[in-house]
T-cell receptor, first 113, second 115 residues
Framework: EAQVTQNPRYLITVTGKKLTVTCSQN?????MSWYRQDPGLGLRQIYY???????DKGDVPEGYKVSRKEKRNFPLILESPSPNQTSLYFC????????????FGQGTRLTVV | AQKVTQAQTEISVVEKEDVTLDCVYE???????LFWYKQPPSGELVFLIR??????QNEISGRYSWNFQKSTSSFNFTITASQVVDSAVYFC????????????FGKGTRLSVIA
């Protein structure tokens, strides 16, 4: 089954404690990205990757890091989380082929206290 | 710049009514893709449709239909005979084909269907 898997689904952490949200896809997609969703702001892109070892900033990259060492994995790293990073996070992947959708993970609800 | 505007923040309808969700987009690209996603209360994003800029045919899928009009840069979504299960937040999104550009989302429309 084609899917994007994020872990964990829920996370409560304290300010400053480094964390990683994992994202893995099984569709051999080139393109992967991370979004955060906040009330009234919709989904905003944090980082994206066009392929292995190629990453770039989206609209709201501050406070986040990513890596793309393998095609299937695209982890999101918060080196020193702060309360303003409390949000719902989505990982997405897509192929460049015509008429394919962008597949989304189930979301990670992060609370930083 | 790429932009998607969903002017309706919230809509409430009574079950069985028809409802149209508006989406207006801005892009300078000639090739681009438009999407609609549904986000039910459980939180996941459910893909509904993808349309490329060269295909202006309207599409119908059961109670759902989409009206794509390049002349007005709109990609509206209509639900016919709405049901309570249609209650969700609906997002319109734009993906330009010009290299390193992200999928740009509108802010969403929250639809409440009341029994």
């Amino acid at each position: 089954e084609a899917q994007v898997t994020q872990n964990p689904r829920y996370l409560i952490t304290v300010t400053g404690k480094k964390l990683t949200v994992t994202c893995s896809q099984n569709m051999n997609h080139e393109y992967m990205s991370w979004y955060r969703q906040d009330p009234g702001l919709g989904l905003r892109q944090i980082y994206y990757s066009m392929n292995v070892e190629v990453t770039d900033k989206g609209d709201v990259p501050e406070g986040y890091k990513v890596s793309r060492k393998e095609k299937r994995n695209f982890p999101l790293i918060l080196e020193s989380p702060s309360p303003n990073q409390t949000s719902l996070y989505f990982c997405a992947s897509s192929s460049y082929e015509v008429n394919t959708e962008a597949f989304f993970g189930q979301g990670t609800r992060l609370t930083v206290v | 710049a790429q932009k998607v505007t969903q002017a309706q923040t919230e809509i409430s309808v009574v079950e069985k009514e028809d409802v149209t969700l508006d989406c207006v987009y801005e892009t300078r690209d000639t090739t681009y893709y438009l999407f609609w996603y549904k986000q039910p209360p459980s939180g996941e994003l459910v893909f509904l449709i993808r349309r490329n800029s060269f295909d202006e045919q309207n599409e119908i899928s059961g109670r759902y239909s989409w009206n794509f009009q390049k002349s007005t840069s709109s990609f509206n979504f209509t639900i016919t005979a709405s049901q309570v299960v249609d209650s969700a937040v609906y997002f319109c999104a734009l993906w330009p084909d010009s290299g390193n550009t992200p999928l740009v989302f509108g802010k969403g429309t929250r639809l409440s269907v009341i029994a």
